[in-house]
Every structure is written in C-alpha cells, then in structure tokens.
C-alpha cells in the first residue's frame, strides 16, 4: 500500500461521510490508526504530521468551493506575528485565521500564550486550536479555567463532540 491510498482512504472516508461526520468520527480516524500501531508494538512517539492531515482534508472538502474560486487559501506553517500556527486562512491576501493542530493537547499554556501573540499583530483573526484529544483531566481543567478568562482563546476537542464536524466549522467560523 502506498501513502497515496492511505491519503485516498482518508479523503474517500470523508466524502462518504459528507453530511454526517460527527468531530468524534474524524478523530476516531486518527486515534484508531495510533491504537493500530500499539496493537502491532510499533513506536508511535514523535509521530507528527497525521492529525494536520486528516483536518486539512477535511476542512479542504467543507471549503472546497471557497478554494476553488480563490476566496481564500490556505498556507501550511505561514510566519504569522513570529509565530508558525499549523494552517494559516488567508482571505484577500489577510489572515483570517490561525488554526493550531493538536493530537493529545497537553501544551495549553504554550499554545494560549501562541495564539495571544498573533493577536497582538491581528485582532481580527480567528485563533482556534483543534485537538483530537485531551488525555489527562489535568489538562482538560486546565483548558477549561483559561477559555472561561480567556476569550480570543477558542479550542475544539474532537473526540468530545458529537456534534457533526461541519457545524461545529460554522460555530467557529472556519467554513468560508
């Protein structure tokens, strides 16, 4: 199997499940090829780049119309205020919003700390961090206390919703 069926399964996965794809379903995605690793003893520390896929797969789909009529364009790791956020949505050449990619969000101080950083050069984009999980209820308590303070800070934790994907884009304004 080469890495372009597993970008196929991906991209075909999402399409089926176009108008039904709950934030769960779209992390299970992920999770489940990390437990598939386990399952098989392979090392799944420093694996990077997975979870960026699968959102910007899915985001592309929900914004395809977008994309194509050059209404917005996405650029990956963009220096945005001294900051490198995962995507960057540029609409008429302006940032509109800086999206961070997290599978176990566990940095949430940095990543806060990050997002207040390029608002301080945009205060009109939209700062959003996507996590496909939250392991520890450390973390999750903590999440909870600094998006109660802090409100330019915006996080969606995937596998805790079972919202579909594509509302909960129109409720953080990520659909164009």
Known sequence: MSIRNLLS???????????????EQLANLYLEFIESLRVNNLN???????????????????NK?????GKITIVNNANLAGQQPDLVIYASGL???????????SNILQDCERHQQVYKHHHDINLLTIAFEVKQKSNMN????????????????????QELFKDELKRINLIF
Not at 9 to 23: A, K, P, Q, R, V
Not at 52 to 59: D, H, L, N, P, V
Not at 65 to 69: L, Q
């Open 9 to 23: 399964g991906i991209d075909s996965y999402i399409l089926e499940n176009y108008h039904t794809l709950t934030c």
């Open 44 to 62: 799944t520390n420093n694996l990077t780049g997975l979870t960026e896929i699968i959102f910007s797969r899915a985001f592309y789909f929900y």
């Open 65 to 69: 119309k977008a994309i194509d009529e």
């Open 95 to 105: 940032p509109v919003a800086s999206v961070e990619i997290k599978s176990n969000y």
């Open 142 to 161: 903590k999440l909870n206390a600094i998006l109660n303070e802090d409100a330019i800070y915006r996080v969606l934790v995937l596998n805790q919703s």
